[in-house]
C-alpha cells in the first residue's frame, strides 16, 4: 500500500441553477467525497524496528514480524462535504461556501507519532472576472 494513499476515494457531486435570467445566474452545489482509511508505513518501519520482537532479515531483505496495520491513519475513513453558491453577472463570478460541513477530523500527513489533523470546517469566498 502506498503511505498515506486511502485505496478509496468516491465522489458524488450535485449542482442546480437556483435562477437563471439572461447572463445573470445562482448556482447551489454540494460536493461529497468518501475516503478510506490509509496506512503510515513509514512509521511503521520505524517504530517497528526499535521494538525487539520486529528483525530485519540479512538474508532476504524482508522483516520478521512486521505488522503494517498497526499504525492506520482514519480508521474507517472520513467523509468531505462541501456546500456552495455562485453567483454570476456577465463577466462576474462569486463563488461562496463551507467546506468540510460536518467538521469531520481527519489526518492527511502524521510522522508517527506526531498527528497533524487537516483543517476542520472552512467558510471560503472568492470573487472571479473573465476577460
Keep these: 500500500m502506498v503511505p498515506y494513499a486511502p485505496?478509496?476515494?468516491?465522489?458524488?457531486?450535485?449542482?442546480?441553477?437556483?435562477?437563471?435570467?439572461?447572463?445573470q445566474f445562482i448556482t447551489a452545489f454540494m460536493n461529497?467525497?468518501?475516503?478510506?482509511?490509509?496506512?503510515?508505513?513509514?512509521?511503521?518501519?520505524e517504530s517497528n524496528l526499535t521494538d525487539s520482537s520486529v528483525s530485519l532479515e540479512s538474508t532476504s531483505g524482508t522483516i520478521a514480524n512486521y505488522n503494517p496495520s498497526s499504525h492506520i491513519i482514519n480508521k474507517g475513513g472520513y467523509v468531505l462535504s462541501d456546500v456552495g453558491l455562485i453567483y454570476g453577472a456577465g463577466d462576474f463570478r462569486f463563488n461562496a461556501g463551507v467546506r468540510n460541513v460536518f467538521n469531520s477530523y481527519y489526518v492527511t500527513y502524521q510522522k508517527y507519532p506526531n498527528i497533524n489533523?487537516?483543517?476542520?470546517?472552512?467558510?471560503?469566498?472568492e470573487i472571479r472576472y473573465s476577460f
Excluded at 478509496?8 to 435570467?21: G, P
Excluded at 489533523?117 to 469566498?125: C, Q, S, V
Design 117 to 125: 489533523p487537516a483543517m476542520g470546517r472552512t467558510y471560503y469566498a
Design 32 to 45: 461529497n467525497a468518501y475516503f478510506s482509511q490509509s496506512i503510515d508505513n513509514t512509521a511503521v518501519l
Design 7 to 23: 485505496w478509496l476515494k468516491a465522489t458524488f457531486n450535485i449542482e442546480a441553477d437556483v435562477f437563471r435570467s439572461g447572463r
